[in-house]
């Protein structure tokens, strides 16, 4: 299993999928987000998860979802 480019998350989209909760995170930089299932018992466990490892998701795509949490941004 490959690890994604670190990054700390912007926001998540959460959706219901077959078999689980799905997570579309976007991160505060790069050029894409990223897509996974949830596969712990903690969100933001969940959403460190997906941005190390999910799958390559369109960025543009990501912000056009509608946002489930947002993170804060720390200086």
Not at 42 to 47: M, P
Request: net charge negative; with cysteine.
């Amino acid at each position: 299993m490959s690890t994604n480019i670190e990054n700390k998350p912007k926001h998540v989209s959460w959706f219901n999928g077959c078999g689980g909760r799905i997570g579309v995170v976007v991160g505060e930089s790069g050029e894409h987000a990223y897509i996974g299932m949830a596969l712990r018992h903690d969100e933001d466990d969940d959403v460190n998860h997906i941005m190390k490892y999910g799958a390559k998701f369109p960025l543009e795509a990501a912000l056009l979802l509608p946002v489930s949490k947002r993170y804060s941004q720390e200086s």
